[in-house]
């Protein structure tokens, strides 16, 4: 995979890993959160979604 997109990919990713707990320590607070865990887990199965796309495409290109 290209270093550079793989960087750009980790920081986006530590970026939405940091408001996601900055959000779930919110919503506990408020509530039990049951919101910011499906969206948390929709979260990371975009991630990992996306990361497979760019292992395929690193593989075949």
């Known amino acids: ?7 750009y990919v ?3 990713r530590a970026r939405e890993l940091r408001a996601e707990a900055r959000r779930q320590a919110r919503a506990r607070r ?6 910011v865990r ?11 979604l996306v990361e497979t796309g760019l292992r395929l495409v690193h593989r075949y290109h």
């Open 30 to 35: 408020a509530r039990g959160g049951v919101e």
């Open 38 to 48: 499906v969206r948390a887990l929709e979260t990371r199965l975009g991630w990992v």
């Open 1 to 7: 995979m290209y270093p550079e997109l793989y960087l």
């Open 10 to 12: 980790e920081r986006a």
